[in-house]
């Protein structure tokens, strides 16, 4: 059983569009992280979430924590070639535990 | 700041053989962590280590090793390598305060197991 779920798995979309990536739990973290990962490089972090119902933006992005900490969101807008990669989501459970993360959503966007 | 760096990235070994890859981080993080990464099965988690001295297994820990001498280095050994042991292995340090958690990945080493 996957402890973080994400959907979708994939995602095809044009440029200009918006999208929603989501990352769902049963089980509550302390803190979740959403990543990018690129083809033949690790994930890079791009925000961490600690506090539930938190809105955090980074230029077109959005990320919202859950009030429960159960789950998360990325919201994209207006996407842009340059967005497509592998996009992941981790928590931690509890101080001093390893991070988990769910299996991905590969976006493409094509101009 | 290099951050984590892993040696080497890409390594093909026969079946039976023993290797380590390296990992190393300058960043004074008290937590590292190796996960490999395959296609449809996203990051998995190996071992990690909470300091120098202390390490966990995590998801899929059969067929490795890792020790914790210092606060810098977490090297992971395949003892006998097997071809189930083909993917992109990711080494990462990590710090927690006060509830916030943040991870640092290295480039990964690709390894091929014939």
């Known amino acids: 059983t996957q402890l973080l779920e994400q959907s979708p798995q994939f995602l095809s979309i044009q440029e200009g569009e918006n999208l929603t990536v989501y990352c769902n739990s049963s089980?509550?973290?302390?803190?979740l992280q959403w990543y990018r990962q690129e083809p033949g490089e690790g994930p890079v972090l791009l925000v961490t979430v600690v506090t539930g119902g938190e809105v955090k933006k980074l230029k077109r992005l959005t990320f919202q924590f859950g009030d429960a900490r159960k789950d998360s969101s990325l919201h994209i807008t207006a996407a842009q070639p340059g967005d497509t990669g592998l996009y992941l989501c981790a928590g931690v459970r509890q101080a001093g535990t390893a991070l988990i993360f769910g299996k991905g959503t590969t976006l493409s966007v094509s101009s | 700041n290099a951050g984590v760096t892993q040696t080497p990235k890409f390594q093909v070994l026969k079946t039976g053989q023993s290797m380590t890859l390296q990992c190393a981080q300058d960043?004074?993080?008290?937590?590292m962590s190796w996960y490999r990464q395959d296609p449809g099965m996203g990051l998995r988690l190996i071992h990690y280590s909470v300091g120098a001295g202390i390490t966990d297994q995590g998801e899929v820990p059969n067929g490795y090793n890792v020790s914790r001498s210092t606060t810098e280095d977490f090297p992971l050994r395949l003892l006998s390598a097997a071809p189930s042991q083909t993917s992109v292995y990711f080494c990462?340090?990590?710090?927690?305060?006060?509830?916030?958690?943040?991870?640092?990945f290295g480039p990964g080493t690709r390894l091929t197991v014939t």
């Open positions: 089980s509550v973290f302390s803190s």
């Open positions: 960043m004074n993080h008290e937590y």
């Open positions: 990462a340090s990590s710090y927690q305060r006060g509830g916030r958690y943040e991870q640092y």
